[in-house]
């Protein structure tokens, strides 16, 4: 983790704080994202989690604190800029969130409409779409609409879908969530196999200890809004601390 | 918190809607005035708008002239004024009921949909990944939805009318014997380009009326699957709302100038 560390973030939160009327969710929270590790983000529910992840790709404006994408602070970003930045973000949603008024093809076509210009060596739609989603394993699956697919598929397919712009950054929003044992696994898998081939610096938001056994280089523990714990898996699951022995209990 | 204070509250929260609104307006024509422009997707809203809306109009016209000619048969025959059957049911079908009826069908078919459609995509997330994949969701989903209610709501009335003058015409010539020439001889006749002006004026602010208020209510949707029945239904009832402001505002703006 030295090594990592003398690394630049490709992602830096500073001081985050978000407020919902009395709700203070986020009371100062710090996070570096290295390039080419896979942080997890631990917290048990309503703890801030999908907020600060959703406050990374400018979908919730932040009360104070910065956020440093690249070495650009999005919080003072104007729309075309951050529109172009998020380019290089994909973020797989908690509830898969594929348009379901299109088909497998036309949800991972959507992000190149605008957007064909940042792909290197770019071959066409059709040949990246079907990469897509042969990387997630679902290519017969090309011309179905969500409603006919498993929640694993839909996924698998959102999961292709957040790597066809080829990001450099992922940002994993409990990917495991609703899922059985089984498919979980595989999900977990293939985002570690994802990760190795196109060296993706993964953020992944979840309150799944065996996802984050598997896939994480380090972990943040979110308790009460600001950053309770830090480490690899190992550390943190042998602290003795009550309440990180708390999350990994059961 | 006593009834007064109720009402004062109810009413506060319904400038502030309508404050809201103004801004998503203003939102809508800075948006659909600057590239990149989704033309694709709007032909793709007018095609699904106006496509599937055909029957429901149709019909809705045909029964529309068929009830007010007969209907309006007997209190003409009681005067002997029978003859004046086709220049007052096209008067009143162009200039006032065919645009009113027709797009207060349009805001229960057309109106809750949108509401529904981008409520549900809210509640689960799919405005959230647009706006994650870097497309403008406003842009791709509002202004193109918006500009489709303008655009294919006075084509639906125009349409609409012509049946509800077709229905007439077979009433007249059923029991009246009056040949379908003649009647829309008599049609023509009364029509004046200052009649059918004002009502395709009138029936391009119902139609963004109908686009603004189902996007805005969907748009916005929070709470749920209960947030999404709640948007469509209240678009409904604010569209029907605002059809009849602007019908009473297009009649009065009419008077003064015609």
Redo the contacts between chains.
């Keep these: 983790m030295n090594s990592i560390k003398n690394i630049k973030p490709v992602l830096e939160l500073k001081n985050l704080q978000k407020s919902f009327g009395d709700n203070h969710v986020l009371k100062g929270f710090n996070l570096k994202l290295f390039e080419g590790e896979n942080l997890v983000v631990m917290g048990k529910s309503g703890s801030g989690k999908s907020v600060m992840v959703?406050c990374l790709?400018?979908?919730i404006h932040p009360d104070g604190g910065s956020i440093n994408i690249k070495n650009q602070d999005i919080t003072t970003m104007g729309?075309k800029e951050l529109?172009?930045l998020?380019?290089e973000?994909g973020?797989l949603?908690?509830?898969s969130?594929?348009?379901?008024?299109m088909t497998v093809r036309e949800n991972l076509e959507?992000?190149l409409?605008?957007?064909k210009d940042k792909i290197e060596n770019f071959q066409g739609t059709e040949i990246l779409v079907k990469e897509a989603l042969e990387n997630v394993g679902l290519a017969d699956a090309i011309d179905l609409m969500p409603a006919e697919l498993s929640g694993g598929m839909q996924r698998r397919v959102a999961l292709a879908?957040a790597l066809i712009?080829k990001p450099k950054i992922i940002m994993y929003d409990e990917p495991t969530t609703g899922l059985d044992p089984i498919t979980a696994k595989e999900i977990i898998l293939l985002m570690r196999n994802i990760q190795k081939k196109y060296h993706t610096s993964s953020l992944i938001i979840t309150h799944d200890v065996d996802c984050a056994r598997v896939i994480s280089n380090r972990m943040i523990l979110l308790v009460d809004g600001i950053n309770y714990a830090e480490g690899t898996f190992e550390e943190l699951s042998n602290s003795s601390d009550p309440q990180v022995q708390a999350f990994f209990k059961n | 918190m006593n009834k007064a204070d109720s009402i004062l509250s109810q009413t506060k929260s319904f400038f502030a809607e309508i404050g809201d609104m103004t801004f998503f307006a203003g939102r809508f024509f800075k948006e659909a005035s600057s590239s990149p422009f989704e033309f694709k997707e709007l032909l793709r809203q007018c095609y699904n708008m106006g496509n599937r809306s055909l029957l429901l109009v149709s019909v809705t016209g045909f029964i529309l002239g068929l009830v007010f000619t007969l209907q309006s048969r007997p209190t003409l025959m009681q005067f002997g004024a029978q003859s004046w059957m086709a220049s007052m049911v096209s008067l009143s079908i162009v200039r006032e009921i065919g645009p009113v009826i027709i797009a207060l069908i349009c805001a229960g078919r057309i109106g809750s949909g949108i509401g529904a459609e981008l409520g549900s995509m809210r509640v689960t997330e799919q405005i959230d990944a647009m706006e994650v994949s870097g497309t403008n969701p406003f842009k791709y989903l509002v202004v193109t939805r918006i500009m489709a209610t303008t655009l294919m709501l006075p084509l639906l009335i125009i349409m609409g009318d012509a049946i509800a003058l077709f229905g007439s015409a077979l009433i007249e010539n059923l029991k009246g014997d009056v040949s379908y020439l003649l009647y829309f001889n008599q049609v023509f006749e009364a029509l004046k380009f200052s009649d059918i002006v004002p009502a395709t004026i009138k029936s391009v602010f119902f139609g963004f009326a109908i686009g603004l208020v189902g996007c805005y209510k969907g748009y916005y949707c929070s709470k749920g699957t209960v947030g999404v029945g709640e948007a469509s239904n209240s678009a409904v009832v604010y569209i029907s709302m605002l059809l009849f402001v602007i019908d009473f505002i297009a009649v009065f703006v009419t008077d003064i100038f015609i």
């Design positions: 959703k790709v400018g979908l729309h529109d172009l998020r380019t973000i973020f949603f908690q509830g969130a594929l348009y379901d008024s959507f992000p409409r605008r957007h879908r712009l």
